[in-house]
């Protein structure tokens, strides 16, 4: 199976997933860091599993610090 590597596609992604699920988000700046998973199976879905694990998790992670910035 073909993985994505288009970076900006996954981070499109990422930021998508981010900004649609406002209430994990806030779980997780509540200590509950198991949120990561369920945020990385919604962009593995939207990829159709054809994505690089590792990529996407180093963008999901730099989405998360911005988006606790813009909150508090």
Do not use: C
Request: no cysteine; proline share 4%; glycine share 4%.
């Amino acid at each position: 199976m073909e993985k994505v590597v288009d970076v900006e596609f996954i981070d499109s992604i990422a930021k998508d997933v981010v900004k649609e699920f406002p209430l994990k988000i806030e779980e997780y700046q509540n200590g509950k860091t198991g949120i990561v998973n369920m945020l990385m199976g919604e962009i593995k879905k939207r990829t159709q599993d054809k994505f690089e694990p590792r990529i996407a998790n180093e963008l999901l992670m730099k989405k998360l610090p911005e988006i606790l910035v813009v909150n508090n």
